[in-house]
């Protein structure tokens, strides 16, 4: 069973409009981690940001927000007034406690293109 | 702190030859991973290590696949009798012991592998 649901395979928005990129994920644990990461066309992955499972508030970065709901097991971002520079892969990824946080697993990604 | 890197960036072989890739870590951390990312694909775990010592290693990773961690500081992933299907990005993750729960994996910019 995949642990981690990026449904949206590809994106296409226009300069400044918003968009949210979708992530749900799967898991018996209580105690577990989520993160995001973004992967540009260099290659290397970027961690944008990590959220334990007894914090559900949820989290704003500058243009960045992040949505975690725990009773639909899903760690949405949200990027407002989209830039070309956010033009990348970026990956929901999960770290959980029965694993002894040993490893990080990673959904499948979800390219975002922004068109200037 | 340079981050981590690997080497080489890219790598052309022919179906049946070996080939190494290198990744040197951040110096202060104990945990090295490799994860394995196909076109499309989120990065999938093949392996791990704390110092020096090999602790896990998936199912993906085959006879044909060795890594080693010798000093405790840079690992070689090594593929024996490449196949057309070995072609990814073979990507090199560092961090602290991953078990306190909030560590992240900081990651290189890969080692992009195409079997001829």
């Known amino acids: 069973a995949q642990k981690v649901t990026q449904a949206q395979t590809e994106i296409s928005v226009v300069e400044k409009e918003d968009v949210t990129l979708d992530c749900v994920y799967e898991?018996?644990?209580?105690?577990?981690?989520l993160f995001w990461y973004k992967q540009p066309p260099s290659g290397e992955l970027v961690f944008l940001i990590r959220?334990?499972?007894?914090?559900?508030q949820n989290e704003i970065s500058g243009r960045y927000s992040w949505n975690f709901q725990k009773s639909t097991s899903s760690f949405n971002f949200t990027i407002t007034a989209s830039q070309v520079v956010d033009s990348a892969v970026y990956f929901c990824a999960l770290k959980e406690y029965s694993g002894g946080y040993q490893k990080v697993t990673f959904g499948t990604g979800t390219k975002l293109q922004v068109i200037p | 702190d340079t981050g981590v890197s690997q080497d080489p960036r890219h790598k052309i072989t022919k179906r049946g030859q070996n080939v190494t890739f290198r990744c040197d870590p951040i110096?202060?951390?104990?945990?090295l991973y490799w994860y394995r990312q196909t076109l499309g694909q989120g990065p999938e775990f093949l392996t791990y290590?704390?110092?020096?010592?090999?602790?896990?290693k998936s199912r993906l990773l085959s006879d044909r696949f060795s890594a080693e961690r010798p000093k405790g500081s840079f690992s070689t992933l090594e593929i024996q009798r490449t196949e057309q299907g070995d072609s990814a990005m073979y990507l090199c993750?560092?961090?602290?012991?991953?078990?306190?729960?909030?560590?992240?994996?900081?990651f290189g910019a890969g080692s992009r592998l195409t079997v001829l």
């Open positions: 993750a560092s961090t602290w012991d991953l078990s306190s729960g909030a560590n992240v994996l900081t």
């Open positions: 959220r334990n499972s007894f914090d559900e």
């Open positions: 110096s202060e951390h104990n945990r």
């Open positions: 898991t018996r644990d209580t105690t577990y981690y």
């Open positions: 290590f704390q110092n020096e010592a090999q602790l896990e």
